[in-house]
Structure formats: structure tokens, C-alpha cells
């Protein structure tokens, strides 16, 4: 994987906070970062995702599907 730099400017609070909690968990300040971008990324995307996806949904198919006749009731330890 193909890294690059980047200059990044923290205020020093937050910054001594990041690096105590880098150092706690026994990493460093540079790689709690990358997995704080990381992690932010991925939620950003997830949320992007199911947008996407509801934004393809057809509330009249989904109601067609719930209201459709069923099979045969639920039998015994069905619910375990």
C-alpha cells in the first residue's frame, strides 16, 4: 500500500489527548490518526451506502410482499 504525507495541524489539546490514547493502547499518534480517518471513512461510506439503497426502494413492492397470503402457521419450536 502506497503511502503519502500530509501536514496536519491539531490544535496541542487535542493532540496530547490523541497521543495519550495512542500510547495507552499501545500505538502511535500517527496510527491513531490513520484509524481515526479510517473509521471515519467507512461510517461516511456505510451511510452514503444505505442512502443509496433506500433511495432504490419501492414501498409499494415492499408493502405487496408483507400483505402477501402466507404459508403454513409457525410450528412448534419455531421460536427457539
Given at each position: 500500500?502506497?503511502?503519502?504525507?500530509?501536514?496536519?495541524?491539531?490544535?496541542?489539546?487535542?493532540?496530547?489527548?490523541?497521543?495519550?490514547?495512542?500510547?495507552?493502547?499501545?500505538t502511535?499518534?500517527?496510527?491513531?490518526i490513520?484509524?481515526?480517518?479510517?473509521?471515519?471513512?467507512?461510517?461516511?461510506?456505510?451511510?452514503?451506502?444505505f442512502?443509496?439503497?433506500?433511495?432504490?426502494?419501492?414501498?409499494?413492492?415492499?408493502?405487496?410482499?408483507?400483505?402477501?397470503?402466507?404459508?403454513?402457521?409457525?410450528?412448534?419450536?419455531?421460536?427457539?
Open positions: 500500500m502506497a503511502s503519502s504525507n500530509y501536514a496536519l495541524r491539531l490544535p496541542a489539546s487535542l493532540k496530547a489527548i490523541a497521543a495519550e490514547i495512542a500510547r495507552a493502547d499501545g502511535t499518534l500517527n496510527q491513531f490513520v484509524s481515526a480517518v479510517a473509521e471515519k471513512v467507512a461510517a461516511l461510506k456505510t451511510a452514503d451506502y442512502a443509496e439503497r433506500a433511495a432504490r426502494g419501492d414501498r409499494a413492492a415492499f408493502d405487496r410482499f408483507m400483505n402477501r397470503t402466507g404459508g403454513e402457521p409457525p410450528r412448534d419450536g419455531d421460536e427457539a
